[in-house]
């Protein structure tokens, strides 16, 4: 009697220890720097989404972030660390990270956030069922860069040539001139292409485009560029350059527009997947998703200290105008 008593007991304290012990542990790998708007555009969205599902920090859930801070050659080493922490998914955002992870490993389930087209970028065999380890959001659609390219032709209607500004990181020129290539004739505007890894990069390609009488810029999306923000504002001043960016976030004081998808809501969204997957969903059954909705956002402090008007048309499109 008295040992099946303490085996009563016992049972529901081993029970309990058991489910203390086993926390799902989640993974969070961003080449961006954690900050103000990073904090309010990923993490808080994203923790209040699994809160909302019921997987809370310190109950039954563990989160280890790990920021590169503009560096992505440091993406390599910061997932490594994250790789040896038995992981029970793996979140990361922007195009740089989930490639890695494909590569590293073949298993762990990844949430691909804030990404371009995964079917072309290899992550996914097809939207609707990716097949492998790897589901996630898209924050982007073909054709956005030609849509920006527009509103920096609506935005300075007598500009003769713009530029694109990528990091090789995140997006190839092979890729960008793709793209650029089903839209130029009808832009009716030739566009340079430059590429920058970093700030050690900025002053040669915003000297290429004075050199080759750039008159606006396309920042596209990237976590360096983010970091690094205010230098290429500064540049885009310096020289003149009205700039349209991939996210308001990026905009600083001197990016005159953004147009992209919302990061908070992908964020937010991103916690049902990966509660989808702790529940036991394969990622390779998950279709990707994409933003449903795009967010454009004007600067006019920007653009007053570059002397241009805004069209009143581009206004009243306007999501956000930012006085």
Not at 92 to 118: C, E, F, R, W, Y
């Amino acid at each position: 009697m008295i040992g099946t008593a303490v085996a009563l007991v016992a049972a529901p304290w081993a029970a309990l220890a058991q489910s203390v012990a086993r926390k799902a542990r989640i993974g969070f790998l961003s080449g961006a720097r954690l900050g103000p708007e990073s904090t309010r555009g990923m993490v808080e969205p994203f923790q209040r989404g699994m809160r909302e599902l019921g997987n809370v920090e310190g109950q039954n859930l563990t989160i280890e972030f790990r920021w590169a801070d503009g560096k992505q050659e440091r993406l390599p080493e910061l997932l490594a660390e994250l790789l040896r922490l038995e992981l029970d998914v793996l979140v990361t955002t922007g195009n740089h990270a989930p490639m890695l992870a494909k590569q590293a490993n073949s298993t762990l389930p990844v949430v691909a956030v804030a990404i371009d087209d995964p079917v072309q970028m290899g992550l996914a065999l097809s939207i609707a069922r990716p097949g492998g380890n790897i589901t996630g959001i898209s924050g982007s659609f073909t054709g956005i860069l030609a849509k920006r390219l527009q509103l920096l032709k609506d935005v300075v209607p007598s500009a003769r040539r713009f530029a694109v500004l990528f990091n090789p990181y995140n997006a190839t020129r092979t890729g960008i001139e793709t793209d650029i290539a089903k839209y130029e004739r009808t832009l009716a505007v030739p566009v340079l292409i430059l590429a920058a890894r970093g700030p050690e990069d900025f002053d040669a390609a915003f000297a290429a485009m004075a050199r080759d009488r750039v008159d606006a810029v396309a920042i596209l999306t990237d976590p360096a560029f983010f970091v690094h923000r205010a230098r290429l504002g500064e540049l885009c001043l310096k020289y003149r350059l009205p700039s349209v960016w991939g996210h308001k976030d990026f905009l600083g004081k001197w990016g005159v527009a953004s147009y992209q998808g919302d990061f908070a809501a992908m964020f937010h969204r991103a916690a049902t997947l990966v509660d989808r997957i702790l529940k036991g969903t394969k990622p390779g059954d998950i279709a990707f998703e994409q933003v449903s909705k795009l967010d454009l956002v004007v600067n006019l402090k920007a653009a007053k200290a570059l002397g241009l008007t805004i069209p009143q048309r581009v206004l009243l499109s306007a999501d956000e105008v930012i006085e």
